[in-house]
């Protein structure tokens, strides 16, 4: 899976970047640090916190392991560290700031993971991760008392499970919130049931998705137009993260202007900005 | 799963996520309890299916609650979801 590079005067805030460009939330992904933040005098910035990120691949241990997984825990994340440590050290020659770089919890920092090395097993076949996202979904949705098509759309590893019907309103919810969840449940059934690490798996149900990235695609071109005519920037609603990187992507297709994300989740938002 | 309660979309709903991602669907049951106009279900999996149900920091187990809650809106109650152990 692909790594993202990215920068910022924080490792929350690169991380935030990051989050941003791959359009999934932090619990989604791995995330390195490769260098921390380094401070000047009267807490200037001189160097900036530069870290990398993938989407995560799904997890599954078998079931043995799992039972484990509780002892090991501890081990594992120390695992990791030595490396981590020696990079920081002798990137910023100051074994206290690198300690304290890393002390620091509550933040994004605290998600970080070993890289996964021990993961077991062979690939699983990405058409029967498929197979099994549409059997849940179409249980899911004559558990609903919905009618419905359920299908699915492969791409190599790209798996995307589509669902139509009438009135399936329900499973949207507001905002999306119900499919996201949905979408969710299908990525534990399909995916980390089987022991997946490699596919993408995404859920449609009744387009909504498709309009929805239809019409934040309006939106930014719009939003775009007047920050061009104005000069000044716009700073848009807080939305996901799944909604700004639509945003960030129809924009950086656009001249003459530029995007980021600044603040903090659920009030996180797209600044566009003149070139 | 009890039939013929008012939560019946909600509990069918719950007992198929449930059984799609645990290791042992067998050992799933889901127990409807009516309160008035609140209907609790009690969710039981197998040893050692807690953790999957739960998932990371709660995630799973928010997302099953939010979908459930949804199939209870077409059953026209409101639920209240508990994942035990047994």
Do not use: C
């Amino acid at each position: 899976m692909e790594w993202v590079e990215t920068t910022g005067k924080t490792i929350e805030e690169a991380t935030e970047q990051a989050l941003d460009r791959l359009g999934v939330d932090v619990d989604e992904v791995d995330i390195e640090v490769l260098e921390e933040p380094k401070n000047g005098l009267f807490g200037k910035t001189r160097g900036e916190a530069r870290i990398r990120a993938r989407v995560k691949p799904a997890e599954v241990r078998p079931k043995v392991d799992r039972r484990r997984g509780r002892d090991r825990k501890a081990p594992r994340s120390n695992e990791a560290k030595p490396a981590d440590d020696n990079a920081q050290q002798e990137k910023s020659g100051a074994s206290e700031r690198s300690a304290g770089g890393r002390s620091r919890s509550g933040g994004r920092s605290q998600d970080r993971r070993p890289p996964r090395e021990e993961r077991s097993g062979d690939p699983v076949d990405p058409a029967l991760v498929g197979e099994a996202a549409v059997s849940f979904m179409e249980g899911l949705t004559s558990a609903f008392g919905f009618e419905a098509t359920v299908e699915l759309q492969r791409d190599d590893t790209d798996l995307e499970v589509t669902v139509n019907g009438a009135e399936l309103g329900l499973m949207v919810g507001h905002g999306g919130r119900t499919l996201v969840a949905i979408q969710d449940l299908v990525r534990v059934a399909a995916q980390r049931r089987l022991g997946d690490h490699d596919t993408h798996l995404r859920v449609d149900i009744a387009k909504y998705r498709e309009r929805r990235r239809a019409s934040l695609e309006a939106f930014a071109k719009q939003i775009a137009e007047r920050v061009k005519e104005s000069g000044r920037p716009v700073a848009v609603d807080p939305m996901s993260s799944a909604d700004r990187k639509v945003l960030h992507d129809v924009l950086a297709e656009i001249d003459g202007v530029s995007s980021r994300s600044e603040g903090e989740d659920p009030d996180r938002r797209v600044l566009v900005s003149p070139e | 799963m009890t039939v013929g309660t008012s939560a019946d979309t909600a509990a069918a709903v719950l007992t198929h996520i449930v059984r799609s991602i645990v290791d042992d669907p067998e050992q799933v049951t889901v127990e409807t309890t009516d309160d008035g106009d609140r209907v609790r279900l009690d969710v039981r999996v197998g040893p050692g299916d807690l953790g999957r149900v739960i998932g990371r920091r709660g995630r799973t187990a928010a997302s099953i609650r939010t979908v459930t809650r949804a199939a209870a809106s077409k059953d026209g109650v409101e639920v209240d979801i508990e994942f035990l152990d047994d």
